[in-house]
């Protein structure tokens, strides 16, 4: 039994919503966070500035960005319930499901109900936004069978995040390549976690919930893992001399190479040069220029065998492992980042909510009755105006 209706697979090319958060023009390759080109807020404001511009529409005053560095700082240690659950957790667990348990448990500890309230989100959004570097800082510092270093009040985001996971203070390259890494992060339209984060949101479920389900879609290898995927790949072909024979056979096997292509833009990501640059700065800074020969090695090779380009979690993984994370942290460290852009989205979709249910055309058996069973007479006459009305 199949119905003839026209089906698009993964929602490819469907238009679902409007947004007012941030534009992904593929014609001009280019993306807008709410107006602004990325690559001119990477190059001119800090992460916080645009976590600000995305939950309130504009760029902050000089006035309103003490108020909202405040705020952030104020927030991001971590409390000692949370601090058990996560050292509860097995020391093997994948960190992106420590973080997920992270978002839950912060979640349930939280006592306001009123969830559609713009103000309500922005609060919750707030204490994640805050404590979520020291959540991947923790998680970590335990892989390594380190103590947790406590927040520094006098350091910006990306510099206390960095504090709180290596224990030092980042030469100011490394702090600049991060900041930059999580100004290009923060926002991608209607993209499968965020579009996850808006579905939760629809049922009028609360605002951990759907971040809660966005991380979980966030951690699959096609969407946010695949920033771990590319070291792993890198790990995997260890040198730019074995790339010709790796790339022969990982295509013979069908095998996707995780770090190319996108949904959405197929002539390149427009977020690729900006952090290509950020790489570029790590590389030279810690002197590792074989990291960037395979990188450039296998980007070349697969560009010319596939015309498939690289996407941002391409860079992102080598600069994250430059910085010294650990491979499993890179999609936390995204989560960190995205929290900004899930956000928005959220607050849109409380403020003009449709619950998204979308329809499915069924294609398994006709229907059939169970062995023995003896209709009543209301039964078969629903079945015949069934039968009728299908025609
Ligand atoms: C921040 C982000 O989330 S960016 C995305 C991160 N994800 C990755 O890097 C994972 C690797 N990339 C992919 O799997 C895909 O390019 C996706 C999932 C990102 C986008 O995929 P879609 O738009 O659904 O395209 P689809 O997967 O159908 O690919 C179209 C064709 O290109 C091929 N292709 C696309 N990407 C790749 C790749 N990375 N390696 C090998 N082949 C690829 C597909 O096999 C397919 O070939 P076919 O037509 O012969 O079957
Ligand atoms: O837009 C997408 O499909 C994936 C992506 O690049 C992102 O979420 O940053």
Redesign the pocket.
């Known amino acids: 039994m199949s119905e003839t209706v026209e089906i698009r697979k ?1 929602l ?1 090319g469907v238009t679902v919503d409007r947004t007012a958060v941030s534009h992904v023009n593929v014609e001009s390759n280019s993306l807008l966070y709410r107006g602004y080109p990325v690559q001119e807020l990477a190059a001119t404001t800090s992460f916080e500035e645009v976590v600000h511009l995305l939950w309130y529409g504009d760029l902050p005053t000089a006035e309103e960005l003490d108020r909202f560095r405040a705020a952030e700082r104020k927030h991001r240690a971590l409390d000692a319930h949370l601090m058990d659950v996560i050292d509860g957790l097995s020391r093997t667990a994948h960190p992106m499901d420590v973080v997920r348990t992270a978002v839950s448990v912060i979640g349930a500890d939280d006592p306001d109900v009123a969830d559609q309230d713009p103000e309500t989100v922005l609060r919750k959004a707030l204490v994640l936004y805050a404590k979520l570097p020291a959540v991947v800082a923790h998680v970590q510092r335990r892989r390594r069978g380190l103590a947790p270093v406590p927040p520094r009040d006098d350091l910006g985001y990306a510099a206390n995040f960095l504090w709180m996971t290596f224990g030092d203070e980042p030469d100011e390259v490394v702090r600049q390549a991060f900041d930059v890494s999580m100004t290009l992060y923060a926002e991608h339209s209607f ?1 499968a976690s965020t579009f996850t984060a808006r579905v939760v949101a629809s049922t009028l479920s609360d605002y951990h919930s759907a971040i809660v389900a966005a991380v979980g879609a966030l951690k699959g ?4 893992g ?1 920033n771990e995927a590319v070291m792993h790949t890198f790990d995997e072909i260890g040198t730019a001399a074995n790339v010709v024979p790796w790339l022969d056979t990982a295509l013979a096997d069908k095998r ?8 959405v833009y197929k002539r390149g990501d427009s977020r690729v040069p900006t952090m290509q640059a950020a790489l570029d700065s790590l590389v030279a800074h810690e002197d590792r220029p074989d990291v960037a020969e395979l990188a450039t090695t296998l980007e070349t090779e697969f560009v010319e065998r ?1 015309g ?1 380009y690289p ?3 391409y860079p992102s993984g080598p600069a994250y492992h430059l910085i010294g994370f650990d491979t499993e942290l890179f999609t936390p460290i995204f989560v960190a980042s995205r929290i900004a852009g899930w956000t928005a989205h959220v607050q849109e979709q409380y403020a003009d909510n449709a619950l998204i249910r979308p329809l499915s055309a069924y294609d398994g058996v006709g229907e059939r009755h169970v062995a023995g069973y003896v209709p009543d007479a209301a039964a078969v006459a629903a079945a015949t105006r069934r039968e009728e009305q299908a025609g």
């Open positions: 993964g490819a993209n290898s096609l969407h946010g695949a996707k190479i995780m770090g190319f292509g996108h949904r596939k498939i996407n941002l979690d």
